[in-house]
């Protein structure tokens, strides 16, 4: 394959292929080429090593595309390490199990030193040190020169670091288990033995790779030493001056440059620039394009060459004239111009690539892209933990050992594979009432006794298994208690099964489809790995768990649209498309900010001779020079994100200041021509998800007949009747009853009922005549309601303490009071004949006084409404007053003087308190009448908010009013209603 006459035949064989081509279907063709006129079997002797599963794929069928024939070996660097005949008969630690046997470790440690960590990050840190581990075996680290490194000024950090690391080093004797690191070197230094041994004739090729990892350089020098052995190396930069070469001799500050890589290759095969041929004579795609970016990104101590250089690029109009810019307001916004550039690419028949780090915007574009029902083919799945057997073990794991409010429980319910069998429509079912009841009456925690007592209340005969079921599983959680690993496994297992299953047999759909199948295999390969040493709390548990799910993958079983692919930013080297769209250029997403290190900084990663992150960098640099220089590519960042402002990446930074800074060679013009393209992308896909406009909703003030107008409302709804008139429409006309959050929650209304509960039961019960037995009493009470009521152990605390404050005053107001109360929290009604109405209500409390008078109490949990307001809008107590002037309370008889009193319940217990004698009772009474009367005009609308205690103060019907679409300024537009119907 390779003659040995020529000028190049005394050294390694070093070929390169430059940014921008088809690099599988380039390789194929050069093998064919160099195998012209030789036996076909000359092919099947060829054995080629490539980075990737992905390269190898592309490979094959860009051989099979050229015609029939043998196929070469085709090798993956890291397959070695699983071939037998090399690694022998030692059995490897899995990397899960590896993983697993560092968590025991730093779970001993951190039992003997609590302060190093918490325990819920055993799984993050054993990961980490595992991650280190590899990365010291693939450059030949020893963990002995941990003990040399240079700690001056961090001892006190050192010090703690060097207890987790050091529990590696016993992983790097002979005698403990290989790891897949391991056992991959173990295996090349069988191979690199064999070679020196006897050296294979054939021909040995390494493809693809770029030689940044110990292991996978230490191939490449093997190889480059054989009778026919070759490196063939993707994105070399032929148009690089030998000057800049030269200059990334200064150390690791060139680390991030794009060649660096093949520059330290080089050196490690002691050849220089001129000693790198290229494979063929194809050139590359875009010889002008490619000579723009290599100028883009020259060394920073170097670009003063921009000046010197850049009138040589000639007219860079050409060379940008397939380069499109797109520069969107938001991520959404790139998604979506981003789908209508990969569509408008399917449509012209064009293969499309997108290359993106970014995986949250990958997620976005396949969205987008489901509008025309375009499936990209994406390289790396779906995160597991996303998937919905993933989520389905994560919500289990973290319910284990807990006691579930209402809408973790409703969560579970209403996942797609809880209740995954047959019978899944009842559930549904079931599980929207029991969701109604909880938002209206609670229990804030159910349990099985409230469950059944739901249950008992359904007409439906599947309510009381479905309910016994549901009761058991949540008792069954809480259950779980801290124990060894694989136990809670298999508890998680069984109860993950149980929520599945339903009331039937089987395991429902959870380990079912491709989803499924990736989560039984996570879960099995954990219990195969767990080791019983591991005792872990539930909490620690659902964190582990977490940890294991997240590295898991699933890949689509539903055929996807092969004219899409969605690639990693590492694979820029396989694509082969017309179109490449490199998108996510913002500083932090490509290049990506470097993961924190726990265990050391910086220079000691550089004295270790460890990776820095400038090598990260570099290597990402790397991909974006070879993805720039496709054929046609799209370039796009947005503005900001999520959190704040956004930074074009370095990269483009550079090649946008670069074409800025050369008018005379129509750089800017080619710049704004870039970013025209891309505007017209961002405004056609705006176009497309622009929402349908419809008419902004005017206030609403709607008409129904008189016949339908409500003929009862209660007191309290009086007030709610001149202020929010649209709130009365709603409930009573339209029957809309707002629901309760989800979520039970502490707030002010539950702590109007609790303090509404204790003095009514305190009444209920009998005041005791001494001061301390009445306070002692109603503090048992308080005691006793909490417990009931409030689920919450902080907030029974805070209340209990803000009851005590006014324990003392309330019962002493109380006592001083004398009188008797002949009513509590009981409904009451009275018809008025003219005009025709029923006023309900049910007061607080009702006492009649030593004196004979009635008064009438209404706690208040905030601030008593003031003597103004109760003129114009709180009538509350002042229409009970005429209720008992009308014989409403049957208890007071007909009074013709009625005091009443709000009574704030704090510990000032300010009241505010007004004596109503007969003509106030009277006026009362004809102020009400006019009220409804007006009401019975046909031409009065139920206007709403229409006299709003303040601009922020809500309402239960704002959204169904559209409140937002007009302001309290807008005038009110009525509306005439049919009969029975509403808008």
């Known amino acids: 394959m390779f003659p040995e006459p020529g000028p190049h035949s005394s050294g390694p064989r070093l070929f390169g292929l430059p940014p921008g081509v088809d690099f599988p279907a380039r390789l ?82 951190l039992a003997a030193e609590p302060d190093l960590a918490p325990r819920h990050a055993l799984y993050d840190l054993a990961d980490s040190l595992a991650g280190l581990m590899d ?121 991030d440059h794009p060649q660096y890589r093949y520059h330290r290759l080089m050196r490690m095969l002691g050849l220089s620039r001129r000693d790198i041929r290229e494979w063929d004579d194809q050139g590359a795609a875009d010889p002008a394009r490619n000579r723009l970016i290599s100028l883009a990104l020259r060394p920073a101590p170097v670009t003063d060459q921009w000046i010197a250089q850049g009138p040589e690029l000639g007219d ?148 009381a298994p479905w309910a016994e079921w549901l009761g058991g599983l949540l008792a069954a959680l809480e259950a779980c208690t801290p124990g060894p690993l694989p136990g809670l496994i298999a508890r ?6 149980a929520f599945a299953q339903g009331t039937g047999e089987g395991t429902g759909r959870l ?22 040493a591991l005792h872990l709390g539930t909490g620690d548990y659902a964190a582990l768990a977490d940890g294991v799910i997240n590295r898991g993958q699933v890949r689509s079983l539903i055929p996807a649209d092969e004219r899409i692919v969605i690639l990693g930013a590492q694979e820029a080297r396989v694509q082969g498309a017309d179109l490449v769209v490199l998108a996510g250029l913002t500083e932090g997403v490509w290049p990506a900010q470097p993961d924190p290190d726990p265990w050391l900084n910086r220079r000691m990663r550089m004295d270790l001779g460890l990776l820095l992150p400038e090598r990260r960098i570099g290597l990402s640099a790397h991909d974006f020079q070879m993805a720039v220089a496709a054929p046609e590519v799209v370039l796009s960042h947005a503005h900001r994100n999520a959190e704040a402002e956004t ?27 870039m970013k025209a393209r891309g505007g017209r992308l961002i405004s056609d896909a705006g176009l497309v998800g622009a929402p349908i406009i419809s008419d902004r909703a005017p206030r609403p003030s709607p008409r129904p ?38 979520r039970p929650m502490a707030d002010a209304r539950l702590r109007g009922e609790i303090l509404h509960k204790v003095p009514e039961a305190l009444l209920r019960e009998g005041v005791p005549p001494l001061v301390t037995d009445a306070a002692a009493a109603l503090m048992r009470i308080t005691d006793r309601v909490l417990e009931e009521d409030v689920a919450w152990p902080a907030m029974r605390a805070i209340w209990r303490a803000r009851m005590a404050e006014l324990a003392v005053p309330f019962v002493q107001g109380l006592l001083a009071e004398g009188g008797q109360t002949v009513s509590l929290e009981q409904k009451y009604a009275v018809v008025l004949k003219d005009p025709g109405f029923t006023l309900v209500g ?78 106030d009772l009277h006026r009362l009474l004809e102020e009400f009448r006019r009220l409804i009367r007006a009401w019975e005009d046909p031409a009065r609308g139920y206007t709403a908010r229409q006299a709003m205690l303040g601009a922020r103060e809500r309402s239960d019907y704002d959204d169904l009013a559209r409140f937002g679409e007009w302001d309290i300024t807008e005038a009110a537009k009525p509306e005439d209603m049919p009969s029975g119907e509403g808008p």
């Open 647 to 673: 930074v074009p990446s370095r990269w483009l930074n550079r090649l946008m200041n670069l074409l800025d800074g050369l008018p005379d060679q129509g750089g800017r013009d080619a710049l704004s021509a």
């Open 842 to 919: 049910k007061p607080d409390r009702i006492d009649v006084t030593e004196s004979g008078r009635i008064r009438i109490v209404d706690y208040k949990t905030g601030a008593p409404p003031s003597e103004k307001q109760q003129a114009a809008f709180a009538k509350q107590l002042h229409l009970a007053a005429v209720m008992a002037s009308l014989g409403g309370f049957p208890e007071a008889g007909f009074p013709d003087e009625v005091e009443i009193a709000y009574i704030r319940l704090a510990a000032d217990l300010k009241t505010i308190s007004a004596l109503l004698g007969p003509d």
């Open 316 to 463: 860079l109009r050409a060379a940008t004239a397939r380069m499109t810019l797109i520069e969107a307001a938001s991520p959404r916004d790139e998604a979506q111009a981003i789908a209508l550039c990969l569509r408008e690419a399917v449509a012209l028949g064009k293969r499309a690539a997108l290359l993106t780090p970014d995986r949250d915007l990958t997620r976005q574009v396949t969205a987008a892209l489901d509008r025309w029902r375009l499936k990209p083919d994406d390289s790396a799945g779906e995160p597991l933990i996303h998937s919905p057997a993933g989520r389905m073990l994560r919500l289990i794991a973290r319910a284990m050992g807990k006691r579930l409010m209402a809408d973790e429980v409703l969560t579970i319910l209403k996942h797609p594979l809880c209740f995954s069998t047959d019978q899944r429509g009842p559930h549904l079912r079931l599980t929207h009432e029991l969701e109604l009841k909880l938002r209206r009456s609670g229990p804030a925690y159910p349990d099985l006794a409230s469950l059944q007592a739901w249950a008992a209340e359904q007409r439906d005969e599947f309510a």
């Open 705 to 742: 007949r008189v016949a339908d107008r409500p003929k009862t409302l209660s007191l309290t709804e009086i007030e709610k009747l001149i202020r929010d008139p649209y709130a009365i429409y709603a409930r009573h006309l339209l029957r809309l009853r707002p629901l309760m959050p989800l």
């Open 28 to 109: 194929a063709a050069g093998l064919q080429a160099r195998l012209m006129g030789q036996p076909p079997e000359a092919m099947a002797r060829v054995t080629v090593y490539l980075n990737s599963q992905r390269m190898r794929r592309r490979l094959r069928e860009a051989l099979l595309a050229r015609g029939a024939g043998f196929l070469p070996r085709l090798k993956l660097v890291s397959e070695p390490g699983n071939d037998p005949l090399l690694t022998g008969q030692v059995q490897g630690a899995s990397p899960l199990g590896r993983r697993l046997e560092l968590a025991v470790l730093i779970d001993r440690l």
């Open 511 to 532: 380990w079912q489809d491709a989803a499924g199948e990736a989560a039984f295999k996570v879960i099995e390969d954990l219990a195969s790995e767990a080791p019983e």
């Open 135 to 255: 990365e010291m075996r693939a450059e030949e680290v020893d963990p002995a020169a941990l003990d040399t490194l240079d700690i001056e000024g961090h001892a006190a950090h050192w010090s703690r670091t060097r207890r987790f690391v050091s529990l590696i080093a016993q992983f790097f004797t002979e005698s403990a288990p290989p790891d897949s690191e391991a056992r991959l070197r173990m295996a090349l230094m069988a191979q690199i033995a064999a070679w020196e041994a006897a050296p294979t004739p054939d021909p040995v090729i390494i493809a693809g790779s770029t030689g940044s990892r110990g292991t996978s350089a230490l191939l490449m020098q093997a190889v480059a030493r054989l009778p026919q052995g070759a490196i063939l190396v993707p994105g070399f930069d032929f148009d690089q001056p030998d000057a800049v070469w030269a200059s990334l001799d200064d150390g690791t500050g060139q680390e």
């Open 492 to 497: 998680h297992r069984s109860l993950a099964e």
